[in-house]
C-alpha cells in the first residue's frame, strides 16, 4: 500500500495505527496480538481528492449526493477530499491525536461547494489503546445562520466473512434507494446493499466467526447505515467484498443536525473488541 500521500504512523507497544491527512481517515488500527479492526482494499487509488474505500472515510458536511444537488457535489461531502492539519497534544501524543479543517482551508484547496458555503471549524480526534478505539469529530459554527449538515464515520470493519456476520442492536429501517423496510435486530448479508436506520444512537454490535465489535455512543450518534455493496462495486475486487461490513455511526438525514450560529456540535463514539 505504497503512496505518497501524507500519512501520521504510530506505533508502541500496545498498538499500531496509520492517519492519512487526506480526509482525516484512519486507515489501519491494530491491537498488540491482533488483527487489524479496519478493512483496506488493496485496490484503492491512493491519488489527491480521489475516494478511499477503506479505512474510515469521514461523512461531512452531507450524506451521500447532496439532495437537490446529485450531479455537482461530490459524494458524502468535500471533507474526506481536504487535507487536514495534523495537530497534537503536548503530552500522550502516542495514543491521542487530532487533525483540523476550516471552511478557509477547504476554499484554499479549490473543494468548496457553492450550493453548501457555511463557515465552520472542525476538528477530529482519535484516542487510541490496546483495547479500544475513540473517534470524535467536533463541528463549530462560525456562521450567523443556522449550519444543517448530515456527517457519519463510514467505518469499514474488517470481518472473516461478512456471509457469516450479522449486525445486532438497531431498530427498524429502509433500504436506500428502495424505501422498502429493512429490519433491524439481526441484519445478515445477504441481502446486499445499503440500510439506513433513524433514531438508532445506542449500542450496537457486529458479531463474525473470528470477534465481535462493540459500537457506544459517547456523544451525538442519531442515526446509523449499514452497507456491503456485494459484487457489484468496481472499486472492490475478488472477493474483497466478503472481508468487510460498514456500519456508519452519525447524524444523517431526518436526524442531520441544526446548528445555531456560534455553537458546536460532537459525535462521540467508543469502538472495542471482544
Known sequence: MAHSLPTTHLNNDQFEARILHQGAQLLSFVPSGQKDWIFNNPNTPFEPEKEIYGGVPLVFPWFNLLIG?????????????????????????SKRVYF???????????????HWNFEFAARMQFIFSDKKLDLRLDVQNN???????????HTYFAVSDVRQTVVE???????????????????????FGARLFANSGGSVRIREPERTFRLKNIKGWRSTVVWNPGQAMEDIQGDDWTRFVCVEAGALRENAVELAPHQSYALNIEISVS
Open 69 to 93: 444537488h446529485e450531479d455537482e457535489a461530490p459524494n458524502h461531502g468535500f471533507a474526506r477530499s481536504a487535507v487536514w492539519k495534523f495537530g497534537r497534544h503536548n503530552s500522550d501524543l
Open 100 to 114: 483540523l479543517l476550516s471552511s478557509e482551508m477547504v476554499c484554499e484547496q479549490g473543494l468548496a461547494s457553492p
Open 143 to 153: 456562521f450567523e445562520q443556522t449550519m444543517r449538515f448530515e456527517c457519519a464515520f
Open 169 to 191: 442492536g438497531l431498530p427498524d429501517g429502509v433500504w436506500l434507494g428502495r424505501a422498502e423496510v429493512a429490519p433491524g435486530k439481526a441484519l445478515q448479508f445477504p441481502p
